[in-house]
């Protein structure tokens, strides 16, 4: 029987060899991995997603200006220059269609470039968990779900999407010999998951994102099943 996939709270939780030879799910509900899933169901090319600004722009020297957008968000808002920020209502069909999108954001794009020497690195969400799961259920490697979390700190939202994927992975009781970390998260699930919206809201980032006036992300970011998308890295590139 395999081992019940551990979750990592923080993107900084782990050395980059802890991921090696694992699939990895990487999580940031509010509001990367939710965008990234939305901007690839919509038809983006693929998404390379990058530590900071300066790898961004110099990724986008070598493209022809066409081809790709820049994306991505400091302190939640646009970054200055770049074509289009972290809300996920940005990246409507018409705009992403065919692009390639190179991403940066304050902890999510960080998160995956950290878990890029797993075997395989799959990002996840709300939108996307009962797709992400089944895929999950093809491999037989060792399983991490890393949180983004914030800037090194615990998220209630990326735990309680954490929760929800062992939820559905596994059923409504983990074995006795689960890990801490999926402990805690299916804890929350259980607690939370009644009510999502409603408790990502009260979250710290919930409260942060409706003051910068995109409240309206956060139900949209809590739907569960809207996509059959799993992004995964290859060659550099989420697909
Ligand atoms: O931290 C991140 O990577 C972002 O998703 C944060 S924000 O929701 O755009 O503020």
Redesign the pocket.
Known sequence: MRNTPDVFATGRAFSEDEVKGKTVVVI?V????S?IVTALHNGARGVIAVEDMGDATRIAQNLDSSSYLLC??Q???KIEGFHL???PFEYEADVVKGRTLIFN???????LVRCSGAKEVIIGSFLNAGAVVERLRETTREILIVC?G?KSRLSFEDMLCAGYLLHTFIGADLPDDAPDGAQLADALYKQYGGNLVASVERSN?GK??AG?G?EA?IPYCCTIDKSNVVPVLMDGLFV
């Open positions: 940031d509010l509001r990367a991995s965008t991505g968000e302190g939640g808002v920020g972290n809300s954001s304050t902890n999510g794009t960080p998160t983004s914030w980032h942060r994102l910068l995109f992300d």
